[in-house]
T-cell receptor
Framework: EAGVAQSPRYKIIEKRQSVAFWCNPI?????LYWYQQILGQGPKLLIQ????????DSQLPKDRFSAERLKGVDSTLKIQPAKLEDSAVYLC????????????????FGPGTRLTVL | GQNIDQPTEMTATEGAIVQINCTYQ??????LFWYQQHAGEAPTFLSY??LDGLEEKGRFSSFLSRSKGYSYLLLKELQMKDSASYLC??????????WGAGTKLIIKP
C-alpha cells in the first residue's frame, strides 16, 4: 500500500512570510497527526485529527498555525507569519483506528517537510 | 508533568550488542513504542510493549517493566545500517503519544 505522502519536501522562506504543507495519509486511516521535530529532539504533536474533527490541538500555536483536514482525508498545515524558531521538520503521520487502543495503534510517518526560516 | 528520559548518544562496535534505556513518568500508561529514525528520514515503527517482559523480533528486542517505568531496546549483531536515532514513546491515559528526545546510536567498524 502507498505510504503517507507529504509535500513539499523542502521549503525555505523568510520570516514573516507564509507557508503551507500538505499531507495525504494512508488510505482508510482514520487518525492524522502533524508533528514538529526540531533537530536533536523528539517529535512534538501539533494537532491530531480523527476523520475531519480535531482531537487535540493543545500544543498548536494558534496565533500563527492553522490546520484542516478536508473530508477526513488530506490535510494542510499553515504557518502565517513564520518565525525563525519555526525552522524544523514537519512530520505528518496516520494511524488506522479512530482511537488508540490497548493493542497499540502504530503511527505511519510521511517523509516530512524540512522548513528553514531565514 | 510527563517526562521520558533516554541517553542522548551512544556508541557501539559493529557486530556487538547495545542496550538503549528509556525511563518514563506519564499520566497513565497504555503502551510503549520504539521507533527508529535515520538522519533526514521519518521515524519507522520497531516495537510495541504493553505488558511486562521481553518482546523479540529478529535482531531487536524490547523489554518493559511497568512498575519501574522502564524499558530498553536491545540490538544484537550490530550493523552499520543500525546507525540512527532510536525514539521511545509512551501512550498515556488519554491515548496521547508522549515522545522522548531520542538516542543517537553511532556504530563504528
Amino acid at each position: 500500500e502507498a505510504g503517507v505522502a507529504q509535500s513539499p519536501r523542502y521549503k525555505i522562506i523568510e520570516k514573516r512570510q507564509s507557508v503551507a504543507f500538505w499531507c495525504n495519509p494512508i488510505s482508510g486511516h482514520a487518525t492524522l497527526y502533524w508533528y514538529q521535530q526540531i533537530l536533536g529532539q523528539g517529535p512534538k504533536l501539533l494537532i491530531q485529527f480523527q476523520n475531519n474533527g480535531v482531537v487535540d490541538d493543545s500544543q498548536l500555536p494558534k496565533d500563527r498555525f492553522s490546520a484542516e483536514r478536508l473530508k477526513g482525508v488530506d490535510s494542510t498545515l499553515k504557518i502565517q507569519p513564520a518565525k525563525l524558531e519555526d525552522s524544523a521538520v514537519y512530520l505528518c503521520a496516520s494511524s488506522p483506528r479512530p482511537v488508540v487502543e490497548v493493542v497499540g495503534d502504530t503511527q505511519y510517518f510521511g517523509p516530512g517537510t524540512r522548513l528553514t526560516v531565514l | 508533568g510527563q517526562n521520558i528520559d533516554q541517553p542522548t548518544e551512544m556508541t557501539a562496535t559493529e557486530g556487538a550488542i547495545v542496550q538503549i534505556n528509556c525511563t518514563y513518568q506519564t499520566s497513565g500508561f497504555n503502551g510503549l513504542f520504539w521507533y527508529q529514525q535515520h538522519a533526514g528520514e521519518a521515524p519507522t515503527f520497531l516495537s510495541y510493549n504493553v505488558l511486562d517482559g521481553l518482546e523479540e523480533k529478529g535482531r531487536f528486542s524490547s523489554f518493559l517493566s511497568r512498575s519501574k517505568g522502564y524499558s530498553y531496546l536491545l540490538l544484537k549483531e550490530l550493523q552499520m545500517k543500525d546507525s540512527a536515532s532510536y525514539l521511545c514513546a509512551v501512550t498515556d491515559s488519554n491515548y496521547q503519544l508522549i515522545w522522548g528526545a531520542g538516542t543517537k546510536l553511532i556504530i563504528k567498524p
